[in-house]
C-alpha cells in the first residue's frame, strides 16, 4: 500500500528554519515527481513546490523562492523540503504528495492521487 508520512513540522520563530521530511514507502518513489501543498486556516490548499523523478527539475511557488529548497534521496525513498527564513505567513498544515507522473507537471492538488497526513508548521515569536 502506497504510503507518504510527512515529519519535521515545528514552532519556529520569524527567520528561523525547518526541514520537513515526506518518507515514501510501498511503491518505487523512483518514478514519481512528487510536490509539497500547504494549508492555512480559511484558504485553499496551495502548491509550495515539486521535484521530478529523478530530481533534475523543481520548481516553487513565488512566495518561497530564494527560501525553500527541494531535494530527494531516492534511496532512502525520502523527499526534503529546506525551509529558511520562515516568516508568519508560511504558517500552514504542510502536505506531500505523489502523482502517477514522473515529471512536475500540474501545481494544482487535485492532480495529485496519493498524500501524507500532513505536519504543522507554525512561524510566530
Known amino acids: 500500500q502506497l504510503q507518504l508520512v510527512e515529519s519535521g513540522g515545528a514552532l519556529v520563530q520569524p527567520g528561523g528554519s525547518l526541514r520537513l521530511s515526506c518518507a515514501a514507502s510501498?511503491?518505487?518513489?523512483?518514478?514519481?515527481?512528487i510536490a509539497w501543498f500547504r494549508q492555512a486556516p480559511g484558504l485553499e490548499r496551495e502548491g509550495v513546490s515539486c521535484?521530478?523523478?529523478?530530481?533534475?527539475?523543481?520548481n516553487y511557488a513565488d512566495s518561497v523562492k530564494g527560501r525553500f529548497t527541494i531535494s530527494r534521496d531516492n534511496a532512502k525513498m525520502t523527499v526534503y523540503l529546506q525551509m529558511n527564513s520562515l516568516k508568519p505567513e508560511d504558517t500552514a498544515v504542510y502536505y506531500c504528495?505523489?502523482?502517477?507522473?514522473?515529471?512536475?507537471?500540474?501545481?494544482?492538488?487535485?492532480?495529485?492521487?496519493?498524500w501524507g497526513q500532513g505536519t504543522q508548521v507554525t512561524v510566530s515569536s
Open positions: 510501498g511503491f518505487t518513489l523512483d518514478y514519481y515527481a
Open positions: 521535484i521530478s523523478s529523478s530530481g533534475g527539475s523543481t
Open positions: 504528495a505523489a502523482g502517477l507522473f514522473s515529471a512536475c507537471v500540474s501545481t494544482q492538488s487535485s492532480a495529485y492521487r496519493y
